[in-house]
């Protein structure tokens, strides 16, 4: 039985193309937010994944390679994905829906706390269509309390 991709799968399809990012992030706590500039390019594996490489500078100095796949698993009805960035030994992994819209994906992940090591944290990174020519990605982490804390958002233009 072969399988079709779906809608969801046409979804991930407008990620793909050659980005610039412009990103805002919080790299220690009670410090200034720094800004940073980055490179993506996202492309389909087929017609049920995308894959997008990306550069961007680091705090400090130096540049950060970074891999994001995203697809949709149809039985479990969500959006699933992996990350991995040259800067850290945790492979993140995500499950995600996308808002009434259709514009907003929400993936939900956990991974190392920065501050308190050997604790983990649960984490939340919102990707926004804005138009075919721009997208927004926006990161929080649950802190105390049960409040989601924004900590990084970048802001992606696709180059033509």
């Known amino acids: 039985m072969e399988m079709q991709p ?3 799968h046409d979804w991930l399809k407008q990620l793909q193309g050659e980005w610039q990012g412009e990103s805002e992030g919080v790299c220690e706590p009670g410090q200034a937010a ?8 996202g492309r389909m594996l087929g017609d049920f994944w995308v894959q997008l490489s990306g550069q961007g500078e680091m705090p400090g100095g130096g540049v950060a390679t970074m891999q994001m796949t995203l697809g949709y698993d149809p039985v479990k009805q969500v959006y699933v994905g992996t990350w991995l960035g040259s800067m850290m030994s ?3 992994v995500y499950e995600g829906k996308l808002d009434t819209t259709g514009r907003i994906l929400t993936l939900s992940t956990s991974g190392p706390d920065f501050t308190a090591p050997g604790k983990v944290l649960q984490y939340r990174d919102v990707i926004e269509i804005v138009n075919e ?3 927004r990605l926006t990161s929080y982490t649950l ?4 409040v989601w804390q924004q ?5 992606y233009t696709r180059k033509h």
Do not use: I, N, V, Y
């Open 6 to 8: 779906g809608p969801e």
């Open 133 to 135: 020519g721009e997208r």
């Open 151 to 155: 900590f990084m958002s970048a802001r």
């Open 90 to 92: 945790h492979l993140w």
């Open 34 to 41: 720094q800004q940073f500039k980055s490179t993506e390019t």
């Open 143 to 146: 802190g105390e309390g049960g």
